[in-house]
């Protein structure tokens, strides 16, 4: 399939070779024609994990029975010290040379002071630098956006531009390590414990830290929790040799500082009176 035959020339979607660029504006459901040249390239290497891309707004069901959002599991990486997220990419049914180079493809995408690797080209056999490069782009920005929906209230307390430079810090030194987007950041509010620029802000770090246990005990497995009417037959002898099971919802997280009334003030539009940070 033809880029030229997806959407019309505009100058501003020009590569290096003259060619059509196709830019992906990670805002919607994929295009049919898109799918279209996705299924073509599945049908030439064979099936491939391709990372899930639902992002803070949950699609109906509806959608996804639809296929508007598709997501597969990933594979484990043969290339020894390329990042665990290639891993992603890389078809089962590759051989070892195509996942050293899908390895290699990765590996560079979040590292802007590496050369495009060796093999990309467009085409025209050209090195293909400025496709690359916008690929390369697409992909931090998308991790930084999935930090913003992650941590909403963490990004309204410090702002909209010190979060994303802090992101995307946090974004090239930390690669997703699974295809499911929401589940990036779970080591983000550690980071913003170590991030120097956050000290002044010794609690942010907890209050990143709810966020991420408020978004993993959403999407944590269902099961009834246990009431008091179920635990009332229960005999008292028997009671010391009772075991229970946490619920799969259950988070814990401790802090010195009122992170949770930060929280809580923050997750909102409302305006925020003051508070005080040092008192639980």
């Known amino acids: 399939m033809s880029a030229r035959s997806i959407w019309p020339v505009t100058p501003r979607q020009i590569d290096d070779e003259g060619d059509v ?16 040249l996705y299924e073509s390239i599945i049908q030439a290497i064979g099936p491939a994990p391709d990372l899930d891309r639902v992002g803070q707004q949950h699609p109906e069901l509806t959608e996804l029975q639809s296929g508007s959002y598709r997501r597969t599991s990933g594979s484990e990486s043969l290339c020894g010290p390329a990042r665990a997220w290639s891993a992603i990419m890389q078809p089962e049914t590759q051989h070892d040379s195509d996942r050293c180079y899908a390895a290699a493809f990765s590996e560079a995408l979040l590292r802007p002071d590496r050369q495009t690797p060796l093999g990309i080209s467009g085409p025209r056999g050209k ?15 998308s991790l930084i956006d999935a930090l913003a929906a992650v ?8 702002g909209v531009e010190f979060f994303r430079a802090m ?4 974004v090239g030194a930390y690669p997703p390590a699974s295809p499911l987007l929401f589940e990036y950041g779970q080591d983000f509010p550690a980071f913003i414990g170590r991030f120097e620029h956050a000290q002044s802000m010794p609690w942010l770090a907890d209050v990143a830290q709810i966020e991420r246990a408020w978004l993993d005990a959403y999407h944590a497995a269902d099961a009834a929790p246990l009431s008091a009417a179920q ?20 988070r814990i997280v401790r802090s010195r500082y009122s992170a949770l009334t930060i929280f809580t003030a923050n997750r909102g539009t409302n ?10």
């Open 151 to 158: 941590f909403p209230a963490t990004q309204r307390i410090v």
């Open 167 to 170: 992101a995307r810090t946090h």
């Open 231 to 250: 635990l009332a037959p229960v005999s008292a002898d028997r009671l010391p040799r009772l075991g229970f099971t946490v619920h799969p919802a259950t």
């Open 127 to 141: 090195m293909a630098v400025k496709r690359y490069n916008i690929y390369r782009n697409n992909v931090t920005v």
């Open 271 to 280: 305006a925020i009176g003051e508070i005080d940070a040092s008192d639980p």
């Open 21 to 36: 660029l196709l830019i992906d504006s990670h805002d919607g459901p994929v295009a049919d024609s898109v799918w279209a």
